[in-house]
Structures are given as C-alpha cells and as structure tokens.
C-alpha cells in the first residue's frame, strides 16, 4: 500500500483537501477520503449497510480524528440506531455523553401533518446548525434524507430547500454523508445525486448461488482520481473493511532471501534452500497426503524464528489442526500461547469468496505476519472466474507487504488440477505437488516440486514419511520399471541387493578359478623346472662319467704306452 | 412538551379547562412567520374565541427547542392540548386546512 499513501500525499498537495473515513480500503480507494468540507451521497439499496458505513464515518471521526459528528436519522430512532450499531462494536451513548456526537431523530409522519400554506424547512436548518454548533462538529450524517418525500407533499419545494440544504452545508465547512435509496433506473429514488455531485458512493449487495457478497463503488469523484472498480466490502462485529482490489499492481519488492519450509529435505531439493520470502506457494495434493502437516511444519520453522504466522484454517478447527499436529511432531500450541501464530478459523459457506477474502485481508492488516497459510483454497466453490479473481487478490495483497503465503489445495483423483489450482497455477512461484502412489496394496506419499520460479531445484520424485518428529524423505527407487516406493522399493532394493549378491559371487569365483589356473600354471613350470633339473643332473652325470672315462683310457693308453716304449727303447 | 409560560413571547389568552394550547413555531421575522402568526391570531378569534392560549416560539432564539417536537418545516403549528398532538405547517393562509388539522372541524363539514 506504499504506493497509494503516496497518492494520498500527491492528492493533498494538488490542494483537494479529504477527510479520512477511518474505514479500511475505502481511504484507499478515494486516494485519501471523501472530500473535506463538502456532502457526499452513499446510495444503495435496502440493506446495503448505508447505515452502519455512515455511523463508522462518524465514530472514526470522533475516535481517530478528533472530529465530532452529528448523526441525522431521518428512519431509525436514536436508540434503535445505538443497538444497532452496538453490534460493530461501536458504543455510541458514550460518544453522545462525552459530547462528541449528537444524535437526532428526525421524524416526519406524514399522516399527521396538515399542510396550510407556504412553508420550508428552515426547522431542519435550525435543528442541524443547532446540533453542529452545540459540539463543533465537522462530520454530519444524514440518513436517509429522501424519507422528506414521503412526510411532505411539496416535492418541488424539497428539491429546491434539499439544493438550498446541501449547499448550507458546504457553507458550515461540514464534511456530510447523505444516504439515499437506490432508485429505478437511476443512483437514488429521488434524483438527489443532481444536488450532491461532489462524491458518490454506490454500495450493492448481490446474492449469488446463496451466497451474499456486498460491494461497494465509487462512481464520482470530482476533482480526484479514485478506484473505479466494484470492491466487495465486510461487515462484522469489528467494523467495516473494504478489500481495495486494485491496490497491489506488481511493483512490489522481491526478496532473494529464502524462507524454511521446515522440512530440511524439501529445502535441500528447492535450491535455493527454502521458498523465497515473500513468495506464494502452492502445495496440492491428494487427501491425506499432508498438506496441512507441509504447512504446519513451514508455520513452526516460521514461528522458531520469531516470525509471525497467520494460519487461515477452512476445514479443520484450531484445536484440532494442533492435536493434529502434535502427532507429527510439531507443536503449534506453544505458538499460540507466545503469540507469535494465531489461527483464524471458518467455514467456507459461511461468507462469499470474496467476503472471506475481505475478512483475510483485514486479519493480514491487523496482526501484520510475516507468513501465512491457507488451508485449503479448494475449500471455495465458486465460479473460476471469481475465485482466480480473488485468489491474485489475496496473493498480491501477500506480496506487497512481503509475506510467504503458503496455499494448500485439495487435488481429487482423476483430474489432474482442479478449478482452484487452474486457476492460480499461474499466480503461484512455487508449486509443489504431492501425491500417492498407489501398489501391491499400500499408498506411500510422493513429492515433486512442478515449478519454483527463480531457483534450481531438483526434479526428482521423492517419497516422503510423517513421523512423530516431522516430514522425511526417502530416496525414491527410480529405474527402468518406474518409480518404486513403500515395500516395492523394498522389494526391488532386496532384488538388488540379490543380484549384486549374484555378482559378488561370480567375482569371487572367478578369481578363485584365476587363482586355480595360475596355481596350476606354477605346478606347471615347478615340474618343467624340476624336469629341466633332472635333465641337467642326468647330462652332468653323463659329461662326469664321460670326463671319467676318458680320463681312464687316458691312464691305460700311457700305461700301455710306457709299457710299449720299454719294449722299443731297449 | 410542557407548557412552562416562561418564554418571553408568550401571549395567554383565558387558559380555562378544554381549551387549546397551541404552540407556533417560526424563525425570525420572516413574511411567512408573520403571515402565520397573524392569520393564526384570526382563526383563533373566530373559532375559538376565549379557549385559546398561543405560544409562539422562535426558533433562531431557541434552536434547542426544534427536536422536542419534531419541527422539520417551518412555520409548524402544534396543538398540545387537546390530545392527540396534532400538526399544520406552512404560513396558515388556508383557514379551512388549519381548522381540519386542529381538529376544530370535520374535515366533510365546509362552511364559511
């Protein structure tokens, strides 16, 4: 909303003076309030809320301003108006005690009135310049100024004394709401709008498929820029908010920092180590896959940093998503109890779409976290239309102030996305899916991460386990027979382990058989060698005896020889 | 709606049981208010003479007193007594309207 409080400073410095209606969304809308000093219409048919939204502008004025106010109730009694507004929280008798607001029921029954001549309304005059100058007022009410019609016959006098009216109030300085009922064909019954021209104000309430939405629409502004959009707008017992749809455009700072998502698996896988801050993540998946516990575990990591986390619950209570969630390990109540988490709890059916949004927008503006989680968006049914509408809303809302929002949506078997997740998917930086995987008569729960915009993240499958002490992962079997998980990984990591048994073993014996060759190879060459020795010790013994011999026909030759030559030399 | 004869622009006239309290309300001194107070003077005379008190209030004197009876037009007559409170507006130029809104003639009944 940074942006628009700079309209709110541009618009006061082209001279436009505005007077702050303190309701939320509406000063935003009308770039800083209603135009000080002048009268505004609100019109809008039985019911609208023209009552409660006049008395707020009136109650703000006193209690955030500073500005006392006259209310002028041309319907209720000043007393039925008190309990009435009772029921916004408002205590307006004390207001009237301290002198800070006046209250006057203007009653005109038209039965009892004859009229005899000329006449005007100089009454009202003296009666609303007596109770604007008995406390200093400047804000006045007057609602529903058109019931005049009914009370005096002399409709062509009461245009002329309501212009006289209107124009006696720009005088007094007073900035006025006059209220009308929405008319055939036209803004009100009467035609006032051609009197008070300055500002209009069109509140609808619409019911569609049972469901009733109020909106509101600023369809004049004189002098001032303003939303142009219809806003659906809130009614409870804390006032009044209106959801300024177009406030968020996409200028909003982006943070590089991440975020845990208190699974430290799941961080690994997202690359950059946890969701970005400020980032809007999608975790779909089938019933009972733990989407709840995804963001619960994302709401404690938040919380164990100190963070403030905001946890919208649609389908569940409090109580319950904390039992809940103490069986998985995470203690939320401890959260609770230090204020750093609130939850915020309703049934889906209980408001239109955008009534809930309206209602989430005020929670965001009030307890100001820094992440919050919507469990489940597919808790909505609605057109697509709307609910892509109203979920960009809520995501840009989270945006612009810098909260990770954390949205789980219920996936049905079959189709792949349903209504809610269509329709968001483009909205979401990070989109994480989980699902079942379904065999051999058991469901194990698979992860995958289908986008995260701006980070490297793993693509792979992985199953993941709820324990009593948080999310694990498993590594996921992936082969050529698809992905396997629970007892078939089991299985087929048993194959492997058998198989690689299998081939330790072949190893093994081949080595005993290189082992036996070679054995048998050295027996081979030791009997080669022994043979080669024997062959040497056998051609040593023959050479020996041949040297032997040899030497003996040698000794017998001389001997002969000697013996001869005794013969010959005699 | 008391009657408290204080106001300092109160004219009694004869105040006896059953008569007619009235009470006119104007602002300033306006043609219409002095229309209304004259022409109311003659009706009273002539229809109501002797069971009558006027009380004329001003209210650019007495704003306060405007919400007490409702005053939105003005000039508003008020007949306080005899109930039911019963209301004219305007300058009171149309007799026979003023004497059916006080009730001092039925409304079929048309003499002048």
Same mark, same amino acid.
């Given at each position: 909303?940074?942006?628009?409080?700079?309209?709110?400073?541009?618009?006061?410095?082209?001279?436009?003076?505005?007077?702050?209606t303190?309701?939320?969304?509406?000063?935003?809308?009308?770039?800083?309030?209603?135009?000080?000093?002048?009268?505004?219409?609100?019109?809008?048919?039985?019911?609208?809320?023209?009552?409660?939204?006049?008395?707020?502008?009136?109650?703000?004025?006193?209690?955030?301003?500073?500005?006392?106010?006259?209310?002028m109730?041309?319907?209720?009694?000043?007393?039925?108006?008190?309990?009435?507004?009772?029921?916004?929280?408002?205590?307006?008798?004390?207001?009237?005690?301290?002198?800070?607001?006046?209250?006057?029921?203007?009653?005109?029954?038209?039965?009892?009135?004859?009229?005899?001549?000329?006449?005007?309304?100089?009454?009202?005059?003296?009666?609303?310049?007596?109770?604007?100058?008995?406390?200093?007022?400047?804000?006045?009410?007057?609602?529903?100024?058109?019931?005049?019609?009914?009370?005096?016959?002399?409709?062509?006098?009461?245009?002329?004394?309501?212009?006289?009216?209107?124009?006696?109030?720009?005088?007094?300085?007073v900035?006025?709401?006059?209220?009308?009922?929405?008319?055939?064909?036209?803004?009100?019954?009467?035609?006032?709008?051609?009197?008070?021209?300055?500002?209009?104000?069109?509140?609808?309430?619409?019911?569609?498929?049972?469901?009733?939405?109020?909106?509101?629409?600023?369809?004049?502004?004189?002098?001032?820029?303003?939303?142009?959009?219809?806003?659906?707008?809130?009614?409870?017992?804390?006032?009044?908010?209106?959801?300024p749809?177009?406030?968020?455009?996409?200028?909003?700072?982006?943070?590089?920092?991440?975020?845990?998502?208190?699974?430290?698996?799941?961080?690994?896988?997202?690359?950059?180590?946890?969701?970005?801050?400020?980032?809007?993540?999608?975790?779909?998946?089938?019933?009972?896959?733990?989407?709840?516990?995804?963001?619960?575990?994302?709401?404690?990591?938040?919380?164990?940093?100190?963070?403030?986390?905001?946890?919208?619950?649609?389908?569940?209570?409090?109580?319950?998503?904390?039992?809940?969630?103490?069986?998985?390990?995470?203690?939320?109540?401890?959260?609770?109890?230090?204020?750093?988490?609130?939850?915020?709890?309703?049934?889906?059916?209980?408001?239109?779409?955008?009534?809930?949004?309206a209602?989430?927008y005020?929670?965001?503006?009030?307890?100001?976290?820094?992440?919050i989680?919507?469990?489940?968006?597919? *808790?909505?049914?609605?057109?697509?239309? #709307?609910? !892509? %509408?109203? +979920?960009? /809303?809520?995501? &840009?809302?989270?945006?612009?102030?810098?909260?990770?929002?954390?949205?789980?949506?219920?996936?049905?078997?079959?189709?792949?996305?349903?209504?809610s997740?269509?329709?968001?998917?483009?909205?979401?930086?990070?989109?994480?899916?989980?699902?079942?995987?379904?065999?051999?008569?058991?469901?194990?729960?698979?992860?995958?991460?289908?986008?995260?915009?701006?980070?490297?993240?793993?693509?792979?499958?992985?199953?993941?386990?709820?324990?009593?002490?948080?999310?694990?992962?498993?590594?996921?079997?992936?082969?050529?027979?698809?992905?396997?998980?629970?007892?078939?990984?089991?299985?087929?990591?048993a194959?492997e382990?058998?198989?690689?048994?299998?081939?330790?073993?072949?190893?093994?014996?081949?080595?005993?058989?290189?082992?036996?060759?070679?054995? *048998?190879?050295?027996?081979?060459?030791? #009997?080669? !060698? %022994?043979? +080669?020795? /024997?062959?040497e &010790?056998?051609v040593?013994?023959?050479?020996?005896?041949e040297?032997?011999?040899?030497?003996?026909?040698?000794?017998?030759?001389?001997?002969?020889?000697?013996?001869?030559?005794?013969?010959?030399?005699? | 709606m008391?009657?408290?004869?204080?106001?300092?622009?109160?004219?009694?006239?004869?105040?006896?049981?059953?008569?007619?309290?009235?009470?006119?309300?104007?602002?300033?001194?306006?043609?219409?208010?002095?229309?209304?107070?004259?022409?109311?003077?003659?009706?009273?005379?002539?229809?109501?003479?002797?069971?009558?008190?006027?009380?004329?209030?001003?209210?650019?004197?007495?704003?306060?007193?405007?919400?007490g009876?409702?005053?939105?037009?003005?000039?508003?007559?008020?007949?306080?007594?005899?109930?039911?409170?019963?209301?004219?507006?305007?300058?009171?130029?149309?007799?026979?309207?003023?004497l059916?809104?006080?009730d001092i003639?039925?409304?079929?009944?048309?003499?002048?």
């Amino acid at each position: 909303m940074q942006h628009l409080q700079d309209h709110h400073a541009s618009a006061a410095a082209a001279g436009l003076a505005k007077t702050p209606t303190g309701i939320r969304g509406l000063d935003d809308i009308t770039l800083g309030g209603l135009p000080n000093g002048r009268p505004s219409l609100l019109c809008g048919a039985a019911g609208c809320g023209k009552t409660l939204f006049s008395m707020t502008f009136l109650v703000n004025g006193v209690i955030a301003y500073d500005e006392p106010g006259v209310f002028m109730s041309f319907e209720e009694r000043a007393r039925d108006l008190e309990d009435n507004v009772a029921s916004l929280g408002y205590h307006v008798a004390d207001l009237v005690a301290a002198k800070k607001l006046v209250i006057d029921h203007i009653h005109i029954e038209h039965s009892e009135i004859e009229e005899s001549g000329e006449y005007d309304l100089e009454g009202l005059f003296v009666r609303l310049g007596f109770a604007i100058d008995s406390i200093g007022a400047k804000r006045v009410v007057l609602d529903t100024i058109e019931a005049l019609f009914s009370g005096l016959a002399d409709t062509a006098l009461l245009r002329a004394e309501l212009r006289r009216l209107f124009g006696w109030l720009k005088d007094k300085g007073v900035t006025a709401i006059i209220t009308a009922e929405r008319g055939e064909g036209q803004l009100t019954r009467f035609g006032i709008e051609e009197y008070v021209s300055d500002c209009v104000i069109l509140l609808d309430n619409r019911v569609e498929e049972q469901i009733t939405t109020r909106r509101l629409r600023v369809v004049k502004y004189r002098g001032s820029a303003h939303g142009t959009n219809e806003y659906p707008f809130l009614i409870d017992d804390e006032g009044i908010t209106v959801l300024p749809i177009t406030s968020a455009g996409l200028e909003h700072k982006i943070s590089q920092e991440p975020v845990s998502t208190g699974v430290d698996d799941l961080d690994a896988m997202l690359g950059a180590g946890g969701y970005f801050r400020g980032s809007s993540v999608l975790i779909s998946g089938l019933a009972g896959t733990g989407k709840s516990t995804y963001g619960a575990a994302f709401v404690d990591a938040a919380c164990r940093r100190g963070a403030r986390c905001l946890y919208f619950a649609f389908e569940e209570s409090p109580e319950q998503i904390a039992r809940n969630m103490r069986s998985v390990g995470f203690n939320l109540q401890r959260h609770v109890d230090s204020g750093l988490l609130r939850f915020e709890a309703a049934r889906p059916s209980i408001y239109g779409f955008e009534m809930h949004l309206a209602r989430m927008y005020r929670d965001i503006e009030r307890f100001e976290p820094q992440a919050i989680v919507v469990d489940p968006i597919s *808790a909505f049914r609605g057109p697509s239309l #709307e609910i !892509h %509408a109203t +979920l960009v /809303r809520l995501a &840009d809302i989270c945006k612009s102030r810098g909260i990770t929002a954390v949205f789980t949506s219920l996936s049905t078997v079959g189709d792949q996305m349903n209504e809610s997740e269509r329709s968001v998917s483009s909205l979401m930086d990070t989109w994480i899916s989980l699902t079942d995987m379904e065999a051999n008569g058991e469901r194990n729960r698979v992860l995958y991460i289908l986008k995260s915009r701006g980070m490297s993240h793993s693509k792979q499958l992985r199953e993941y386990l709820l324990s009593d002490n948080g999310i694990h992962f498993v590594d996921v079997y992936a082969g050529p027979e698809g992905v396997l998980t629970g007892t078939a990984r089991l299985a087929q990591e048993a194959r492997e382990r058998e198989s690689s048994n299998a081939r330790q073993q072949n190893i093994q014996k081949m080595h005993r058989e290189l082992t036996r060759k070679r054995e *048998a190879a050295e027996r081979r060459i030791a #009997e080669l !060698h %022994a043979d +080669l020795a /024997r062959e040497e &010790d056998e051609v040593q013994r023959i050479i020996e005896q041949e040297e032997t011999r040899e030497e003996t026909l040698g000794t017998d030759r001389s001997t002969m020889a000697t013996a001869r030559g005794h013969q010959h030399g005699q | 709606m008391v009657n408290d004869g204080s106001e300092p622009s109160v004219e009694v006239e004869s105040p006896e049981p059953g008569a007619y309290n009235l009470r006119l309300y104007v602002a300033g001194q306006t043609p219409k208010s002095l229309a209304a107070i004259a022409n109311l003077k003659a009706i009273c005379e002539d229809h109501l003479s002797g069971r009558y008190s006027i009380e004329v209030i001003d209210l650019t004197v007495t704003p306060q007193l405007a919400a007490g009876d409702q005053i939105v037009a003005l000039p508003t007559l008020v007949r306080t007594l005899p109930p039911p409170l019963k209301r004219v507006i305007g300058d009171l130029s149309n007799t026979e309207k003023v004497l059916v809104g006080l009730d001092i003639r039925p409304r079929l009944a048309s003499t002048s």
